[in-house]
């Protein structure tokens, strides 16, 4: 069909959120690497605002060129490309923080796994979106999930657990979008709930009778109800051999999660200051540039991943608001432009370049106020970082993209 552009095409409220944000990012990072006992290097918001500056000339590339290029082999083009600089990264990658999750030369540096995401989010809206796919047979659930699995794999051996999960978000949302019926996606994300429920026995109790429930209410043929019942009770066996294969600083975060005044001074440390800093802004916070924890450098890693509490300490509930806010305001945009585009491919992929944004914001802020364990995620657009910044306004640009030609079939 026609496509039909104009400049009423582009969605504002997207466009807003998105600047809006990035230029937070770039007050708070100055706030936070200006002070006199900042452990990091000064003047970091000059390298951010760079970056911006690159960001959205690659996030208006990325909206100018028509989504349809990356259909069929462009698809598998980009997905190979990702894959390569994932191997590359655990062969001569950058350590750092205990982790091989850098490519680069010199000063330059990037994270493959950024780019990754979007070239999976890509190759999954390519096998979605085929009009015949029957997604209640098994067999055509194999190729995303191998798709998905095969980088989510890679990142887990840099090691990297946080952005790891973030690919099989990216595939149960675009399945759910697909229409994967909630049933079938239940009895697909069970391992995991499994996972996650047996470090507490009560929950894992709760979890078995839900699941036997779910079952018997099924109607599904004896076959795949055993499969599912096999699968769990092998994941509940191997489980206790992956724990002891996690590395220590990983286990330690998850028991920290758990029980953080059990090593204040150690593990716990990060999540007790990153909760003083954001209940001592009370309601309208400390002022700009006036956080006692963050000058005093109690606050760990305060310009990346922990940024959002600089936020709740300098502007308080008021501030840390209006940004929770503004994500949801991108988000919500993001599912309106998917939703609305006429084009499967483009639907598809708007729904999984929006779930990456959705984990990020969801995992990041949760983990500052206590409530997921320290994943070393960035919080998109906001903490210092290059990468995720290109890699933020990449993900706009398409989705805006999609906004712009969403009258075409």
Sequence with gaps: MASLRTPGDVDRPLLFATVTLALVGIAFVFSATSMPSAATEHGLYLKQLIWLAV????????????????????????????????????????????????????????????????????????????????????????????????PFLLVLKQPDLGTSVTFLTILFTMLYWAGLPILYLFLLVSPLINVAASFYLPAWIVFAAVLSAVLYRSRLRLMPILLVVAINLVVGIVTPQVWNHLQPYQRQRISTFLDPAADPYGAGYQIIQSKIAIGSGQALGKGFLHGSQKALAFLPEQHTDFIFSVVGEETGFLGAGIVTLLYFLLI????????????????????????????????????????????????????????????????????QNIAMRWREY
């Design 332 to 399: 919500y945009r993001g599912i309106k432009i998917a939703h609305r585009s006429r084009n499967r491919f483009g639907s598809l992929l708007a729904i999984g370049l929006t779930a990456i944004f959705l984990y990020h914001v969801l995992v990041n802020v949760c983990m500052t106020v206590g409530l997921a364990p320290v994943t070393g995620l960035p919080l998109p657009l906001l903490s210092y970082g290059g990468t995720s910044l290109l890699t933020s306004f990449l993900q706009i640009g398409l989705i």
């Design 55 to 150: 960001a959205l000339g690659g996030g208006a590339l990325a909206a100018a060129v028509p989504y349809r290029i990356y259909m069929g082999r462009s698809a598998w083009l980009l997905y190979a490309m990702g894959l390569v600089l994932l191997v590359l990264t655990l062969f001569i990658g950058h350590v750092g923080l205990g982790a091989q999750r850098w490519l680069g030369w010199g000063p330059f540096k990037f994270q493959p796994s950024e780019l990754a995401k979007v070239a999976t989010v890509v190759l999954l809206a390519n096998f979605l979106s085929e009009r015949r796919l029957d997604l209640t047979q098994l067999r055509s659930l194999v190729k995303p999930c191998v798709v998905a699995g095969v």
